[in-house]
């Protein structure tokens, strides 16, 4: 069956970047599309951006010029890199599998930025 | 970008009853709306997808509709289990937009 996982630092400096691993497996990452979404404590769900299954990219307009995401189909993961993080990026962090919504989804990883 | 706006934001609902919640799109999605539900220890469940389709295993009280910039979701009768939050999602252009969320709650 189709899964996927975050993982990565519960704890990130502020100024520093933020580095997060999805790892699926039951799905090619040749043939599907993973996105990374975001919620802070007590908050709504943004979308962040999306490694396409050809492995173009789509980001979020907002968090743009500080968010990279890219992928190693050999070891089945997806890569979130966040430069320049600030308090307001503390969140939970999910992948998820990515058509026109997104239909399977990780169980998230809780990140928080703090000195 | 498309902001999505959702209605209400909670929702106070009894056992039983029938409900409905709103999600209004700043210019027409041409149906491409999903919702969601998140129950509180964070897990996030698909339940529809283009408007009206239902996910595999969602239980059939669970419908949506809507068309250009106004849709709904509808528990026709509430279960337990369906107290949790609730969120549509838009596609447009390789970008997608959640509303704010509906926390249904059980009066």
């Known amino acids: 069956q189709v899964q996927l996982k975050e993982s990565g630092p519960g704890l990130v400096q502020p100024s520093q970047t933020l580095s997060l691993t999805c790892t699926v497996s039951?799905?090619?990452?040749?043939?599907?599309?993973v996105s990374w979404i975001r919620q802070p404590p007590g908050k709504g769900l943004e979308w962040m951006g999306v490694?396409?299954?050809?492995?173009?990219?789509d980001y979020n307009s907002a968090i743009k010029s500080r968010l990279s995401i890219s992928r190693d189909t050999s070891k089945s993961q997806v890569f979130l890199k966040m430069n320049s993080l600030q308090t307001e990026d503390t969140a939970m962090y999910f992948c998820?599998?990515?058509?026109?919504?997104?239909?399977?989804w990780g169980q998230g990883v809780m990140v928080t930025v703090s000195s | 970008d498309i902001q999505m706006t959702q209605t209400p934001s909670s929702m106070p609902a009894s056992l039983g009853e029938r409900v409905t919640i709103s999600c209004r799109a700043s210019?027409?999605?041409?149906?491409?709306l999903n919702w969601y539900q998140q129950k509180p220890d964070g897990t996030i469940k698909p339940l529809i997808y283009?408007?009206?389709n239902l996910q595999s295993g969602v239980p059939s009280r669970f419908s949506g509709s809507g068309s250009g910039t106004d849709y709904s979701l509808t528990i026709s009768s509430l279960e337990p289990e369906d107290f949790a939050m609730y969120y549509c999602?838009?596609?447009?252009?390789?970008?997608?937009?959640f509303g704010g969320g509906t926390k249904l709650e059980l009066k």
């Open positions: 998820a599998r990515t058509e026109l919504g997104f239909d399977y």
């Open positions: 039951g799905l090619s990452l040749t043939s599907n599309s």
């Open positions: 490694i396409w299954s050809n492995g173009g990219t």
């Open positions: 210019q027409g999605i041409s149906n491409y």
């Open positions: 283009y408007t009206s």
């Open positions: 999602q838009q596609y447009d252009s390789s970008t997608w937009t």
